[in-house]
């Protein structure tokens, strides 16, 4: 079977030459269960590939039929997909197409209305994808396999889930192999799954779900040991949802990697909440070789911080971030603009407290409803929510990577606030943040630092060859700059007419 990775090609827009291409990670865990149950599996990743329909056509040449596809899908990248499996159908109609990822997890019904596609398989799909591979070749009745939802003439059937796999070493280590492009950043490791929290905007549970699951220390750091002597990352970033859920673990975790000295190779990268870190922890945690750290902090306002169900302060971050800093951590942090309830004054205090906590790096996100997130439901309700074509506008970076030209419109502007409000708050706060000396020449000069952000280039013909694509970049960077200004002037503008019209009126009535 063939396993697409969708992605627009312009999913990062101006950005996009400047910022690492990672692996579509869940799609290589599939196709490592699929090899080893010697099941003839081919990845193909939009990111990289330009010539889809070409592999496409030439891997299945020697195939039997039915030819088999399955898409993995983040809300970003539905329109691609469903433009690629409308291409693969009418090129063989009699194919079956699967889709799985987050967004037909979250939208079955919805996704399954599409003629192009026939099955979901809704969560994580190791244990399903190879059972329902091997009964769809053979022809056999599917009806019974777990966590898909598929149709029946003009009904879909939803069958029971699963429980999620509670043994992740059970499962083949992650296969780089499969992954030679060098435009990919391999620097990366997943050693847990899901997330026992609960906050209103995020949609790991609904594939990773809210059980904590991890690989044992043993075998994340055989991972490690692999990744290092074969590819020698210098920064290895652990995607888990959430690393620190069990301390146990983690300390383990640290005594193995520190009794075989990777920490003296590699530095890792990882995210936390606020409330998970203390001095002692962060020291340990430094000490082998976890030197950055990325704090979701959302919010300035602990009214709003409850509203997103974080279960934590703002305090609690404030405080984590300082620690951390303190040992010499690298920080990255996040906030989220456009909230229920938020200000503009809220929102510009977040862009203080990024320079006074004296960030590495922030981002100041839109708030993107997420299908299958509360946050969805609550957009739905309260009519903020703006879906654009196929969840076109579904991207929480769009204000700062968007032509400024060729606005992409909010996904969800909560009532009472104004889109091109909050639009400017993120600009200016990014201005705010990174307008200054030491910010921008990190940035040209530590390409390897941190979460890999922004990469200039890593030597000089990198550079060089990025330089036409870097002059556009500044350029619409300036226009995003001249724009703020103008909003800025125009809002004290506007103060100052209406002032100056009630005084007129005032002595008038006089
Ligand atoms: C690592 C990561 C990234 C990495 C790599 C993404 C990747 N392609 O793997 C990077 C940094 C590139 C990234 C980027 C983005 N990400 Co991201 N990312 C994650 C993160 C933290 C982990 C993903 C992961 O590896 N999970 C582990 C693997 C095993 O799980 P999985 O990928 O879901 O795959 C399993 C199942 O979904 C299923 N499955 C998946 N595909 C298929 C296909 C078939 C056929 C089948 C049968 C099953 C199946 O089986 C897999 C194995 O169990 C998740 C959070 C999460 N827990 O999912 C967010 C997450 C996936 N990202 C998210 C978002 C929003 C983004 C961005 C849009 C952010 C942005 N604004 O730029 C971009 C989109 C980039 C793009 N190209 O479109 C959202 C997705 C929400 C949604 N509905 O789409 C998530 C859920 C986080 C969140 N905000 O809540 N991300
Ligand atoms: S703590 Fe992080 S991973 Fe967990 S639910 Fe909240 S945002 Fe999602």
Not at 152 to 164: A, E, K, L, T, Y
Not at 391 to 403: A, D, L
Not at 469 to 474: Q, R
């Amino acid at each position: 079977m063939i396993l697409i990775n969708s992605s627009p090609k312009d999913a990062l827009k101006l950005f996009q030459p400047f910022l690492p291409i990672y692996v579509p990670i869940g799609i290589g865990y599939l196709a490592a269960v699929m090899k080893e149950k010697n099941m003839d599996v081919e990845v193909i990743d939009e990111q990289v590939e330009f010539d889809v329909i070409d592999k496409i056509k030439s891997h299945v040449s020697n195939l039997p039929t039915p030819y088999i596809f399955g898409f993995s899908v983040l809300t970003a990248a539905y329109k691609s997909a469903l433009d690629m499996s409308s291409k693969i159908k009418a090129l063989y109609p009699d194919s079956i197409i699967i889709f799985g990822g987050p967004h037909p997890t979250a939208l079955p019904e919805e996704v399954l209305a599409n003629q192009c596609v026939d099955i979901v398989v809704k969560g994580e799909g190791e244990l399903v994808l190879p059972e329902l591979y091997t009964k769809l070749k053979r022809g056999e009745d599917y009806s019974t396999v777990k966590n898909i939802s598929y149709k029946v003439g003009d009904h879909i059937i939803h069958n029971d889930r699963s429980p999620m796999i509670v043994d992740l070493d059970s499962l083949p280590s992650f296969p780089y192999h499969l992954f030679s492009n060098p435009s990919y950043d391999l620097g990366f490791i997943v050693s847990s799954r899901g997330c026992p929290y609960h906050c209103i905007f995020c949609s790991n549970r609904i594939t990773t779900g809210k059980k904590y699951r991890y690989k044992s220390p043993e075998s994340t750091v055989e991972e490690l040991e692999n990744l290092y002597n074969n590819y020698k990352p210098k920064m290895v970033l652990f995607l888990d949802d959430n690393l620190l859920v069990n301390r146990k673990r983690i300390y383990k975790l640290m005594e193995l990697i520190r009794a075989k000295n990777l920490h003296q190779k590699m530095k890792f990268s990882f995210q936390a909440r606020g409330d998970n870190v203390d001095k002692e922890l962060l020291k340990d945690l430094y000490d082998s070789g976890f030197q950055s750290v990325f704090f979701g902090l959302e919010t300035t306002s602990e009214k709003i911080m409850k509203i997103l169900k974080k279960g934590e302060t703002v305090e609690q971050c404030i405080s984590a971030v300082n620690m951390a800093k303190k040992a010499g951590f690298h920080v990255s942090a996040t906030f989220i603009f456009g909230l229920p309830s938020e200000t503009h004054k809220i929102r510009i205090n977040a862009a203080k407290l990024a320079n006074e906590l004296e960030l590495d790096m922030v981002r100041f996100n839109n708030a993107t409803p997420y299908p299958g997130t509360e946050l969805y439901e609550i957009a739905k309700k309260d009519g903020g929510m703006f879906i654009l074509g196929l969840y076109e506008n579904f991207n929480s970076v769009s204000t700062f990577i968007e032509n400024p030209f060729k606005k992409v419109p909010f996904s969800y502007v909560p009532p009472g606030s104004n889109e091109q409000e909050i639009r400017n708050d993120i600009l200016q706060s990014y201005f705010r943040f990174y307008l200054n000396y030491k910010k921008i020449k990190r940035i040209f000069t530590r390409h390897d630092e941190g979460v890999g952000w922004f990469s200039a280039g890593s030597d000089l013909l990198n550079k060089i060859k990025k330089i036409p694509a870097l002059l556009v970049l500044m350029f619409f960077l300036g226009v995003k700059l001249i724009q703020v200004i103008c909003f800025i002037f125009m809002k004290r503008f506007s103060v100052f007419l209406a002032y100056f019209f009630k005084k007129t009126c005032n002595k008038e009535i006089r």
